[in-house]
């Protein structure tokens, strides 16, 4: 004889972390998923249909996953600051052999 689940749906917390690490190591945009999956996690515990034991792992993925975005604004920032510079360096080299 089976005993039933208390939860009617399986927890994805760990698969959430898993995507959020893969986005953080090799595969930023990734993380998108873990952050996705992560925010149904918390919000399927709160309503009751998941074990609120993978509410840590699923706020893991969330954290981890922001911080990814947050990674990627800065080497966006970082990468356009690096190209503007080249160009206005070049700008300046050409006004100064062109007198």
């Not at 993925?61 to 947050?70: G, M």
């Amino acid at each position: 004889m089976t005993v039933p689940a208390a939860y009617p749906e399986a927890s994805q917390a760990t698969s959430a972390l898993i995507w959020s690490i893969v986005g953080l190591v090799c595969c930023g945009p990734a993380a998108i998923v873990g952050f996705i999956q992560g925010k149904n996690e918390l919000d399927a515990i709160a309503v009751g249909r998941r074990d609120p034991s993978g509410q840590g792992t699923a706020n893991a993925a969330k954290i981890i996953a922001i911080v990814v975005a947050v990674l990627y604004v800065i080497g966006i920032a970082f990468s356009a600051l690096i190209i503007l510079g080249g160009l206005s360096v070049g700008m300046l080299d050409e006004f100064s052999t062109g007198f």
